[in-house]
């Protein structure tokens, strides 16, 4: 009530009132209007519990209906009958056996006992006093709860200032500024969850109360107001709130049309709520998950009981707004709010750890319907093996659990074969970036592919492992869509030992793979030894993790003499098909053509 009372007192303050008298004339109004309703519900009880004798003949006439339903006696009469039956003859099974008759007891010279005293306890006379407190006993618990509820909502509007400051010494004294944010991000989203539930379950009990008005329900404000109400209680709020009106439809109605109205009305209002209204604008103010919902529900009713069941949603809002912003209780917002415990190059490396293509490959489907798969493989498969290379290079991943993330993500690969990639991966950007062409907008303007790169004309060569190789067969896979022909070859195959077997025929490009340049040492040696036998080739070497901000490596990667330098797939495939459409001019620089230094 505090939070929720807070901007009346502090719009109050705005207009000169002072503090005391604004936060007396709000927890007044507040109060008041609290027992206002409960006054109109009382009200309108009093009213139905007056009308309930006249409905005593339809709910006998219900109750006979549904006793014959079904023939020979109806299906409850003969349950009924079987379960008597079952009954006696367990009765008669554990009946106590009487005695069979004992031989008569030898006389005795003893006198018999004497009979047993008759003893009666009266209770003293009730004084005046011990009357007063029966009666007035539980009636004054409930208002000794609410004086004390008042006195605390008093004293915490009156000492909010000082409350925060506490709690900001408390927890962030050493950083004002996050705390200061915690507080703010708190308020605002309870007071935006508070408001939105207020105003959506008015406006439920509005609806409903007008409709059981239509339908002609007796007491259709009572049901209204007794629907809003409840819907704050989560999960079980609204069914214990449409018990009732049904419970009374049975009542009043000889027939059952009015139930069916009735439970009809609610289902439809129930859902449109429920699954549309209410995800919609309580995903926006919460910021909780699905699961969080139910586990803090849980929690906090087993805690507190029923008023830990109404207090569960602001209590876990709070929880969660703390872990987002106090690094102490980050678990917290991980564990309980929405967003998602890991990016998505994580999931992506958590699956190939795993082995899971297909879950890989279903994530991947998302993110596919708003962007092209060069995007996807860019900025979420190259990343996760980055996080893969920083495993190798600690030592964490041995032969056999880098060999089954290469399997692993060439399955991917081979998953996302059919996905059509759009004409911007690899046309567009070829016929917008070079040449003298460069003019030219979209694909319809772009010469043809020639006819000798439509064959094997590319050479994707994995720089030093598994994990470079897992990258170029999916440069190779862009290449295939592109209409260039491309395959892969490991790092052993162009080894010094096996340089010399390596087939040549057609090749026209090669573009080496590294998720890692490292100190561009192989990189520089590798390139020496395909001019050797590739003289008359093109070298593209792309480092896909390699920043083109990373100035302290430039002169390094410059001295590996690759005639071009790229950093995502994206640019390979646009620089291979310049080359493939004829577009580039036979240089022997280096240009290092990564999308931050285009220009």
């Known amino acids: ?168 010494r408390l927890v962030g004294a050493g950083d004002l500024r996050h705390t200061s944010e915690a507080l703010d991000d708190a308020f605002r989203r309870l007071g935006r969850y508070l408001l939105t539930q207020t105003v959506i379950n008015a406006t439920f009990g509005l609806i409903f109360g007008a409709g059981l008005w239509l339908i002609g329900l007796p007491n259709p404000i009572l049901w209204g107001a007794l629907v809003t109400l409840l819907r704050f209680v989560p999960y079980i709020g609204s069914a214990i709130a449409a018990f009732f009106p049904a419970a009374l439809a049975v009542a009043v109605d000889p027939g059952w049309s009015t139930l069916l109205w009735t439970a009809g009305l609610f289902l439809i209002v129930e859902t449109i709520t429920g699954q549309i209204i209410e995800p919609f604008y309580y995903g926006q103010s919460t910021g909780l998950s699905a699961v969080a919902v139910v586990v803090a529900t849980t929690f906090w009713t087993w805690l507190w009981g029923p008023i830990g069941l109404l207090l569960s949603m602001p209590l876990t809002l709070c929880l969660v707004v703390l872990g987002r912003h106090v690094a102490a209780l980050e678990f917290l917002d991980i564990l309980l709010g929405d967003e998602p415990a890991l990016a998505a190059e994580e999931k992506f490396y958590q699956r190939m750890l795993a082995g899971d293509s297909s879950e890989a490959a279903y994530q991947a489907e998302a993110f596919l319907k708003l962007n092209p798969l060069s995007a996807y493989y860019d900025e979420i498969a190259i990343e996760g093996l980055r996080l893969a290379q920083l495993d190798v290079n600690r030592g964490e991943l041995d032969h056999d659990r880098r060999v089954l993330i290469k399997d692993t993500v060439d399955a991917v690969v081979d998953d996302l074969s059919d996905h059509a990639s759009p004409p911007a991966d690899t046309d567009q950007d070829a016929a917008g970036d070079g040449g003298e062409d460069g003019g030219n907008d979209g694909a319809a303007a772009s010469p043809a592919i020639a006819a000798e790169w439509k064959r094997c004309a590319v050479l994707c060569v994995a720089g030093r492992g598994s994990l470079d190789e897992a990258v170029a067969g999916m440069l190779v896979q862009l290449l295939t869509k592109a209409g260039i022909g491309a395959r892969v070859v490991p790092n052993t195959a162009v080894s010094t030992t096996n340089l010399a077997q390596l087939d040549a025929t057609g090749i026209r490009m090669v573009c080496l793979s590294y998720l890692e340049p490292g100190d561009f040492t192989n990189a520089r040696y590798l390139v020496r030894r395909l001019r050797r036998r590739l003289p008359d080739a093109r070298i593209v070497a792309g480092f896909w993790t390699w920043s083109a901000a990373d100035a302290h490596g430039r002169e390094a990667l410059e001295n590996t003499t690759a005639d071009e330098v790229v950093t995502s797939l994206q640019r390979a495939v646009a620089v291979i098909s310049e080359a493939a459409k004829g577009l580039v001019r036979r240089e022997q620089t280096v240009r290092i053509a990564a999308p931050e230094t285009a220009d």
């Open 1 to 168: 009530m505090s939070f929720v009372l807070g901007p009346l007192v502090a719009g109050l303050r705005r207009t000169h009132l002072g503090r005391v008298p604004s936060v007396i004339a709000v927890v007044l109004l507040a109060f008041l209007a609290i027992v206002s309703l409960a006054t109109l519900i009382g009200t309108q009880l009093t009213e139905l519990a007056g009308q309930l004798p006249r409905y005593q003949y339809n709910i006998i006439q219900k109750i006979q209906s549904v006793k014959g339903l079904g023939a020979g006696g109806g299906v409850f009469s003969r349950t009924s009958e079987l379960l008597n039956q079952l009954g006696s003859e367990l009765a008669k099974s554990t009946a106590p056996v009487e005695p069979t008759a004992k031989p008569a007891a030898p006389k005795s010279n003893t006198p018999p006992a004497p009979p047993p005293l008759l003893v009666e306890i009266h209770e003293p006379a009730a004084t005046p006093i011990a009357i007063i407190l029966n009666v007035m006993g539980p009636l004054l618990q409930p208002f000794a709860k609410a004086g004390i509820v008042i006195v605390f909502v008093i004293f915490f509007l009156l000492q909010r200032e000082q409350l925060r400051d506490r709690f900001i």
